[in-house]
């Protein structure tokens, strides 16, 4: 093609320069469509956020120094939005660390959105129960929903919401303007720019131009020259919904693999990351105490776990007025639910022993504490003493000498009390000691004595089977009856003097 050599002075063939309706896949890294102008100078990289490709150029060309600069900002904009729309401080005063942070900020500057960047695939199950005390499965996908419970009001959500919207996109925008670069490129640039491309190529141009508000450009564009191609819309690849979903997709991937397994839901006995309920049976062991303190009736109930470990208290006080029974129910209530989730027994004797408050007193009725100084300090002193073993907090020693343990009073210690007996007794009825009357027999000692004797059975049987069958007839030379047979041809021998022979018949 001569005129073309001519015209080019490059390529001798005729050039279509179209935009395709799928460009992301055919050109990954492409950052506009066609000669279409850039509505972006914000990419997402595989760790960050980051500057298009032709902004860092134009950043490069005009104002080099300030480069580094405007990479770094770009990259923390995250953590700067975090900070701008809720406040780092704040979140550390509620409760969340620096790791927590960092995955927030993280998750904010690969495009999540807030509600999305506090969810538990972001923060973790670790972080939301260790650290937030708060249980994971109820934040899936609702990190709202855990700002909120961490004491942010809508207000303050929504208006964290608002500031990181496009938190990234301004700030990076920002940044090329203060460069000297020019955003938002009209008409008349592009068609400069397809004349151009349409001269060096030597073919035909075909510019798209969109179906409301093009008819200017597209005069414009066949003054100069070039096709035309009406299309509904023009989408930017820059705004490619499924680049921006792979990065979340692989954020998300990465965030699961460091995350630990999920916490298996523990017992009820002191595990304190465990956030599952335990359940006490419907048929359940306990105890009711009954005494005076002060001059004022108190009946104590309880209920056991399984394993003899407290579950459950009600308090019922005797002719009291109707708001403080009810009051007292449902305290009771509260500390039965906090036992139920994990809550260990000694943080509530911790909390509640030696409160002062009326009515308080002597104490009739319980054998090992004598005076109060309320309710609430009988009632956990009683629980501590016949549950976790504190003699040191009831007045009356059982011991025979009543000299007490030494330095071993206060140490929390497990009583001596069975699996088995658990079975049977309540633990707090008997204070964590066997009655006399009642036998617990070791299963594991039965066991083994059985296996012991199984053992010699069939070691006696072995032997035996191992032992030579002596004849009748007694030795010729020592006397005894311990001859047998040593071979099939009549051979004997004396297992006691050794003498050998053949057997007469």
């Not at 509620?94 to 923060?123: K, Q, T």
């Not at 301004?170 to 397809?194: R, V």
């Not at 508000?213 to 705004?239: C, F, I, K, N, S």
């Not at 004797?349 to 009326?358: I, L, N, Q, S, Y």
Request: charged share 30%; glycine share 10%.
């Amino acid at each position: 093609d001569t005129d073309s050599r001519k015209a080019s002075g490059k390529r001798a063939c005729d050039v279509l320069l179209l935009p395709v309706g799928d460009l992301g896949v055919l050109l990954p890294e492409c950052e506009s469509a066609g000669t279409a102008p850039m509505t972006s100078v914000l990419a997402f990289g595989d760790e960050a956020p980051t500057l298009s490709r032709a902004a860092r150029l134009g950043i490069a060309r005009r104002a080099p120094e300030r480069l580094p600069e405007a990479l770094e900002r770009i990259a923390e904009s995250g953590t700067f939005g975090l900070d701008r729309a809720i406040g780092l401080d704040r979140l550390r005063d509620r409760g969340f660390s620096d790791e927590a942070l960092d995955r927030v900020s993280r998750a904010l500057g690969e495009g999540l959105p807030l509600n999305a960047a506090f969810s538990r695939w972001v923060l973790g199950d670790e972080i939301i129960s260790d650290d937030l005390r708060l249980p994971p499965e109820s934040f899936d996908s609702d990190g709202r929903g855990l700002l909120s419970a961490m004491g942010f009001s809508r207000s303050d959500i929504q208006s964290a919401e608002a500031a990181l919207d496009g938190e990234g996109e301004d700030i990076a925008s920002l940044i090329a303007s203060d460069c000297g670069l020019q955003l938002g490129a009209g008409p008349e640039a592009e068609i400069a720019l397809a004349s151009a491309c349409a001269k060096a190529l030597g073919g035909n141009v075909i510019i798209s131009v969109g179906a409301h508000g093009g008819l200017d450009m597209a005069e414009a564009a066949l003054e100069a020259g070039l096709g035309v191609q009406l299309v509904g819309h023009r989408t930017p690849v820059g705004d490619d919904i499924r680049a921006r979903m792979d990065h979340i997709v692989a954020l998300a991937e990465e965030i699961a693999d460091e995350a630990d397994a999920p916490l298996a839901p523990g017992s009820h006995a002191g595990d304190r990351k465990s956030v599952a309920r335990s359940r006490l049976p419907d048929r359940r062991k306990g105890y009711i105490q009954k005494a005076t303190v002060g001059g004022h009736k108190v009946y104590l109930h309880t209920g056991e776990f399984e394993d003899g470990s407290l579950g459950e208290i009600f308090i019922d006080m005797h002719k009291e007025g109707a708001a403080f029974r009810s009051l007292m129910n449902n305290f009771a209530i509260a500390i039965s639910m906090g036992l139920q989730y994990g809550v260990p027994l000694e943080e509530y004797v911790d909390a509640f022993v030696f409160t002062r408050f009326e009515p308080a007193g002597a104490v009739t009725g319980n054998d090992r504490i004598t005076r109060a100084t309320s309710i609430l300090d009988y009632i956990f002193r009683e629980l501590a003493v016949s549950y976790l073993g504190r003699d040191d907090l009831a007045e009356v020693d059982v011991t025979h000498d009543g000299l007490g343990r030494g330095e071993a009073d206060g140490t929390r210690e497990p009583a001596p009390f069975t699996e088995e007996a658990a079975q049977i007794i309540s633990r707090g009825f008997s204070r964590g000691q066997l009655p006399d009357n009642i036998v617990i027999l070791d299963k594991r000692r039965a066991e083994k004595v059985a296996e012991e004797e199984a053992e010699a059975v069939a070691e006696a049987e072995e032997a035996a089977l191992e032992a030579p069958e002596y004849l009748s007839d007694a030795c010729p030379v020592c006397g005894s009856y311990t001859l047998f047979e040593i071979s099939e041809e009549g051979d004997i021998e004396c297992d006691t003097c050794g003498d050998e022979g053949r057997r007469l018949n």
